[in-house]
């Protein structure tokens, strides 16, 4: 599986943007997918992820109510819809994918390990 993230830029604080993750394979509507961000000096940290069908979604604290991940099977490609940005969501974002399918909940759906494709990433830009 390749997954290409694409959709990151410059904005304002209290804007908005939609990142896109498009998988290669016809076996992407098995996988439960996940977007991490890595800050500048910082550990990279799980944001949100959704399950193979989209049934169950999982969020971070710092971005729920802010931040929603969807995702389209017939197109391969999930989506992380941000709005209310702030300048602390500054970050490179990393698409994943997990094959088990299923979200494990916390606090292994937070989890690096639990993901086995990584994409390479989309930088978000938030200015003050």
């Known amino acids: 599986v390749q997954l290409q993230a694409s959709g990151g830029g410059l904005m304002q604080a209290g804007g908005s943007l939609r990142l896109s993750c498009a998988a290669s394979g016809r076996t992407f509507s098995s996988y439960a997918m996940a977007w991490f961000r890595q800050a500048p000096g910082k550990e990279r940290e799980f944001v949100a992820a959704i399950s193979w069908n989209g049934g169950s979604t999982y969020y971070a604290d710092s971005v729920k109510g802010r931040f929603t991940i969807s995702r389209d099977n017939a197109k391969n490609t999930v989506y992380l819809e941000m709005n209310s940005l702030k300048p602390e969501d500054t970050a490179v974002y990393y698409c994943?994918?997990?094959?088990?399918?299923?979200?494990?909940?916390?606090?292994?759906?937070?989890?690096?390990?639990?993901?086995?494709?990584w994409g390479q990433g989309t930088q978000v830009t938030v200015s003050s």
């Open positions: 994943a994918a997990d094959t088990y399918g299923v979200l494990a909940g916390s606090p292994d759906t937070e989890l690096e390990y639990e993901y086995d494709y």
